[in-house]
C-alpha cells in the first residue's frame, strides 16, 4: 500500500484546514488509518486514527474539540479536518497504515511523506 497526504499549508490562528490521506488500496490486513504530527525538534506524537472496517475513531485528548478524523471508503481515502488552529499545530502532519486503531507508531508500518500544517499568530 501507498499512502499520499495532501492538504495542508499556511493558515491563520483561529482558521481551519482538512488534510486527505490516500491509500492505493484497502486490505482487512490493513484496517486503520492513523494520524501522526512532528513539529520541528519535536518528537512525533499521535493526532487521531481510524478503521476502514467500521468507521471507529480514536482521538488525542490534546485535540478533541478541534479535530475530526473521517474516512470514505469508496475514495480510500481519510480525512482529518481541523478547526479553530493554533501556532502549536504547526508540524508536518502524516498518515500511516496498520492492522489497528492504536496510537503507537510502532504498529503503523506503511507512512506517507507528509504534509506542512503552518498557523500564524
Known amino acids: 500500500v501507498q499512502l499520499v497526504e495532501s492538504g495542508g499549508g499556511l493558515v491563520q490562528a483561529g482558521g481551519c484546514l482538512r488534510l486527505?490521506?490516500?491509500?492505493?488500496?484497502?486490505?482487512?490486513?490493513?484496517?486503520?488509518i492513523g494520524w501522526f504530527r512532528q513539529a520541528s525538534g519535536k518528537e512525533r506524537e499521535f493526532v487521531a486514527a481510524?478503521?476502514?472496517?467500521?468507521?471507529?475513531?480514536y482521538t488525542a485528548d490534546f485535540v478533541k474539540g478541534r479535530i475530526t478524523i473521517s474516512r470514505d471508503n469508496a475514495k480510500n481515502t481519510v480525512y482529518l479536518q481541523m478547526n479553530s488552529l493554533r501556532p502549536e499545530d504547526t508540524a508536518v502532519y502524516y498518515c500511516?497504515?496498520?492492522?489497528?486503531?492504536?496510537?503507537?507508531?510502532?504498529?503503523?508500518?506503511?507512512w506517507g511523506q507528509g504534509t506542512q500544517v503552518t498557523v500564524s499568530s
Open positions: 481510524i478503521t476502514w472496517s467500521t468507521g471507529s475513531t
Open positions: 500511516a497504515s496498520g492492522k489497528a486503531r492504536t496510537s503507537r507508531a510502532e504498529y503503523y508500518d506503511v
Open positions: 486527505s490521506c490516500v491509500a492505493s488500496e484497502r486490505t482487512s490486513r490493513r484496517d486503520a
